[in-house]
């Protein structure tokens, strides 16, 4: 039983459920080997604290006395990968337990905490609320409801942990492609206007269209380039507030591939396009996992 609540409560995650009170753990309703001693109360911290850091020194002082005589990281290891052999989960590519080198742990899926009603119970998320009395059956939402979402969009807890640098080198060379094919197209805009002669009236207002986007894109993909090379700690929640419009900046570009159709034939040219239709998902995914990033360690 965690000494931070005394409450009996049980806690949701994926498709475990983890009753604090009995220490059981369930997966899709079936009973799981038993978690013992330090590794179910740092499971529980972990839970309590859904989406912040329990530090190494916090999880010593709760679990290891200081009149106590361990092998504290020895320990703590130990009790880390028993929690994570009961959940299937691993330090390089973290479901639930992330690491977080030299400062602690974090559990990064979505968690609800309910109380022995079956009432939502406040902890470790935010926004949580008490369901009592008549009311006890009303929905609440929760900002740890994230099973719920209905978005197609990536959420950072669905994706995986990966180096940072990984991810600053695909998103800046995926930037700097960009950048070489608007310049392209800007050289060669004689040859795009003579393809996009056959249109007839619509010719104009597609070229247009598409050189207002490599004028406006250019900018675009020098600031994000910049800011990738320097390590713009805003650069995450800027982005965010650009996709809506680098969406439809890509979604555009993503047409110019058929300007080519003699040269490279229509089915390359299809899946060319395909290819840039996606990009300016894969831009924000890759954000989004840097933005988790880190060196895993055990």
Wanted: aromatic share 10%.
């Amino acid at each position: 039983m965690s000494k931070g609540n005394s409450q009996p409560r049980v806690f949701r995650f994926g498709m475990f459920e983890l009753d604090s009170d009995t220490g059981e753990l369930r997966k899709d309703g079936k009973s799981r080997p038993r978690i013992r001693d330090q590794a179910l109360q740092i499971l529980i911290m972990l839970l309590e604290k859904s989406d912040e850091v329990v530090g190494r020194d916090e999880l010593r002082e709760r679990l290891w006395p200081s009149d106590t005589f361990v092998d504290f990281d020895h320990g703590l290891n130990t009790a880390i990968n028993q929690v994570r052999t009961a959940l299937a989960d691993s330090a390089a590519n973290p479901k639930f337990i992330q690491t977080l080198p030299r400062r602690g742990y974090r559990f990064i899926g979505p968690v609800q905490m309910v109380g022995r009603d079956n009432s939502l119970a406040s902890g470790g998320e935010k926004g949580n609320k008490i369901i009592n009395g008549p009311e006890k059956r009303t929905e609440v939402l929760t900002s740890s409801a994230a099973e719920m979402r209905s978005s197609i969009l990536s959420d950072h807890r669905d994706l995986p942990v990966v180096r940072k640098e990984s991810v600053r080198i695909l998103f800046s060379l995926i930037q700097l492609m960009y950048l070489i094919f608007y310049i392209i197209f800007l050289v060669r805009l004689s040859f795009a206007e003579a393809v996009l002669n056959d249109l007839g009236r619509y010719a104009f207002t597609v070229l247009m269209v598409l050189v207002v986007a490599a004028a406006i894109g250019i900018p675009v993909r020098l600031y994000l380039l910049t800011a990738m090379a320097f390590r713009y700690e805003g650069l995450n929640k800027k982005f965010r507030k650009l996709f809506p419009f680098v969406l439809v900046l890509d979604e555009i570009w993503a047409l110019t591939p058929f300007l080519c159709v003699q040269q490279i034939g229509m089915g390359l040219a299809i899946a060319v396009a395909a290819a840039l239709l996606y990009l300016p998902f894969s831009q924000r995914t890759l954000l989004l996992m840097g933005e988790r990033g880190v060196r895993s360690e055990p």
